[in-house]
Each structure stands twice: as structure tokens, then as C-alpha cells.
């Protein structure tokens, strides 16, 4: 049985953490599910972490539908949202709908989530009428981001600060269940978690949002070129890996790997049967 939406909520008014990461393959979501992590994004980060893309717009729908399959196979309690991806939603409410059925429908999760304040309200309205749980993403808002220049800090200001606030309360009146705060500042992020009553999840917006998302890719450690300062880095898996398979070609240059321990015999009779004699076969 999987979470549900509603339990995700209880966790607010309990006063319970919740933690939510990123998983775009089967390994790893079951990996994620089996350490304790019951919501999972599926998320156009993809893009970047797996694809090697600079930014999240040249995902697909079919890509991230793709990669919710292998998730939710891997997995059979988390909660699973997946991203909409650009422009998959922002053309009119109907085009979002029939998005993210078939998000739904052929991905197998159980909630969207899109980015954009007010303008998009409308169209979570409808989707949550048709049944479909809605995660809003308010802050920096990755498909935007040749719009806001950069990957930058957002409600810095007293303007934009109210802008993200009245951003939050619409989403939540709209009916998503959830919002992600993406690089706000902590004091802000704060406050719009207090005024919602649905959760507030952060993403490098300070310890008072109602929960944390983090890239999976981030956490663990697998790329060390750049490490987002929104990011702890839980583990140092990519020069674990390089370690690791570095000594795998060492071994096998050295004939050193496979040993009799990973090899496989057969009745060397057979060998009389099929060559003539075991040593015409090794000669």
C-alpha cells in the first residue's frame, strides 16, 4: 500500500519532517524506498544528472514517463511525483490534463508536479476537479530559468517576497496538495510555511519549511565538479565508483579477474564428445 497524499499532509500538522528525494531509475528507488523514503520525485533533473543536458528544457514527456515506470516499478510504498515538463502544461489547462493523464496513466505515479505561481492556479484547479494531485514549485523555478537569469536566489525583495507568498495561497485554494520553495531565502520560506496549511517542502530554502527534497546525485556524492550549496553531500560515491572500477581494469589487464571463484566448469567428458579429447580442445 502506498502513501498517500493525505498522509503526506498529516505529517504537517503532526509536526513531522519529510523527507522527499529524486530517484529516475529502478536500482535506485528501490535502494531509496528500503532506507526509509516514502516520496519520491521523479524530476526533470533527470535531464541534467542522467541525460547530460545543461538545463531541464530539453526533457520529454516521454522521457520522464520512461523513467516513472522504472521508478515505480522499483518501488511499492512511496508516493511518487513526476515532473511535467516544459511546456507540456503552460499552453492551456486542457493540454495539461491530457499531459499528465498520460503522466498518470503510462508512468504509473500518483501526483504532478508543475512549476509557476497565480497564472498556473487555473490549471491545478483542474486537474485537481479531474482527480489528479497537483505539486506546485514556487522560487526558482528551473524551466524559467533564461527568464530569471541564472539559477538565483528568488524573494529577496519586499515586492517579490509578497509575490511568492500570494504565489503559495493560490497554488494551495487551486488545491495542490503540496509546494516545492526552491532557492528562498529561510526567513521567507518560513513565514509562507506558516501560512499554508499544506506542506511547504524546501529545496535550499532554510530548515523551517515543513520538509526536504534533494537530488539524489547531490546526497550521494556523484558529482564532485560542482556541488550546489543547497546540497550536503551524504556520501562520496563517485570516487567510490571510480576506485572500484579502476582496480576491475587493472585485474582484468593483469588477468587477475575472473578467478575460479566467478568461473564455471562442465564435464571435460563433453569436451571428448565435441573436440576429440580435452587436450586437442586446449591445444
Do not use: W
Amino acid at each position: 500500500m502506498r502513501i498517500t497524499i493525505r498522509q503526506i499532509q498529516a505529517m504537517k500538522q503532526q509536526g513531522r519532517r519529510i523527507p522527499m528525494l529524486t530517484a529516475y531509475d529502478y536500482t535506485s528507488a528501490r535502494l531509496i524506498e528500503a532506507a526509509g523514503i516514502h516520496f519520491i520525485l521523479v524530476g526533470d533533473s533527470l535531464g541534467m544528472v542522467m541525460l547530460g543536458y545543461d538545463s531541464t528544457l530539453p526533457v520529454t514527456l516521454d522521457a520522464i514517463i520512461h523513467h516513472s515506470r522504472a521508478v515505480v516499478r522499483g518501488t511499492t510504498k512511496a508516493l511518487i511525483v513526476a515532473d511535467l515538463p516544459f511546456m507540456t502544461y503552460n499552453v492551456s489547462p486542457e493540454l495539461a490534463l491530457q499531459n499528465a493523464g498520460r503522466l498518470m496513466q503510462e508512468g504509473g505515479v500518483q501526483a504532478v508536479k508543475l512549476e509557476g505561481g497565480q497564472y498556473i492556479a487555473p490549471t491545478v484547479q483542474r486537474l485537481t476537479e479531474c482527480g489528479i494531485p497537483v505539486m506546485g514549485h514556487l522560487g526558482l523555478t528551473p524551466q524559467a530559468i533564461h527568464q530569471l537569469s541564472g539559477f538565483r536566489v528568488q524573494g529577496r525583495t519586499a515586492e517579490t517576497a509578497q509575490h511568492l507568498l500570494d504565489d503559495a495561497l493560490a497554488l494551495q485554494a487551486a488545491g495542490a496538495f503540496s509546494v516545492v520553495l526552491e532557492l528562498v531565502p529561510t526567513e521567507l520560506a518560513r513565514h509562507i510555511s506558516q501560512r499554508l496549511t499544506i506542506p511547504a517542502i524546501g529545496i535550499g530554502a532554510g530548515a523551517g519549511c515543513d520538509g526536504q527534497v534533494q537530488v539524489m546525485h547531490d546526497l550521494l556524492g556523484l558529482y564532485d565538479d560542482f556541488v550546489p550549496k543547497h546540497a550536503k553531500q551524504f556520501a562520496t560515491l563517485g570516487q567510490t565508483i571510480r576506485v572500484a572500477v579502476a582496480q576491475y581494469a587493472e585485474e582484468v589487464q593483469k588477468g587477475e579477474f575472473p578467478t575460479a571463484e566467478q568461473s564455471f566448469n562442465m564435464d571435460e567428458t563433453i569436451l571428448d564428445t565435441l573436440y576429440g579429447g580435452s587436450s586437442q580442445a586446449s591445444s
